[in-house]
């Protein structure tokens, strides 16, 4: 069966920190990877995807970047975070592109 | 108007009532539903999918769907407590698959907060 890991679960970084949140699916191959952003009285807000290696997509201008340096493994990265960049980020994976995704367990992150 | 619209509630229940949880949606095109289920907390779990008109039942849980109203549902027969968190409802807003349109995602509702009491 495939499994999603995401890690760390909650993390606390200064304004101005560098950001790396790992995620990797097991038990497929070729996977199409999310990552979203739930912020509190919102829905998840998709930022980006991927359908393959070295190939992402994202959806709204940020302050973050992806990257999918192999197929099973998803990366969500920031050179400096802002405070609004504060929320609940979630990485999932679909078999087909925009189908049924199933989450990790996710990543609080907290700006301060 | 939104694109995935549910009502935040909270909606509460008895244990043993049905809960009856609405979604609608703007995107006519749409082809594809989902209700997730989200504890406090957590990361959303998937419970159903459906993608034609009418009633898809799977044990306690139906969804429905009415695309030409626009609207699809979860109803929860006999709540327990442990039914209550977050459902989402979750659409792929394009007539078909594919990487334009809306069709590379699903978009999320806010959600609504159901609560199963004692």
């Known amino acids: 069966s495939q499994t999603i890991h995401q890690w760390p679960a909650t993390l606390v970084q200064p304004v101005g920190s560098p950001l790396s949140l790992e995620c990797t699916v097991e038990g497929t191959s070729n996977p199409n990877l999310y990552w979203y952003r739930q912020a509190a009285g919102r829905g998840l807000q998709l930022l980006f995807y991927s359908v393959g290696i070295g190939q992402i997509s994202s959806e709204v201008p940020q302050n973050l970047s992806a990257s999918r340096p192999q197929d099973r493994q998803f990366i969500l990265s920031s050179k400096k975070l802002l405070l609004s960049d504060s929320g609940f980020y979630l990485c999932a994976w679909s078999a087909v592109l925009g189908a049924e995704a199933f989450f990790g367990q996710g990543t609080r992150l907290t700006v301060v | 108007q939104k694109e995935v619209e549910q009502n935040s509630g909270p909606l509460s229940v008895p244990e043993g009532a049905i809960a009856s949880l609405n979604c609608t949606y703007s995107d006519r095109g749409s082809q594809s539903f989902f209700w997730y289920r989200q504890y406090s907390g957590k990361s959303p779990e998937l419970i159903m999918s459906?993608?034609?008109?009418g009633d898809k039942e799977d044990g306690r849980f139906t969804a429905q769907l009415n695309k030409a109203s626009q609207y699809v549902s979860l109803l929860i027969r006999d709540s327990q407590p442990s039914d209550s968190a977050t459902y989402l409802c979750a659409v792929n807003m394009a007539g078909r698959w594919g990487l334009t349109g809306g069709g590379n995602k699903l978009t999320f509702g806010t959600g609504t907060q159901l609560k199963v009491e004692l």
């Open positions: 459906i993608y034609s008109n």
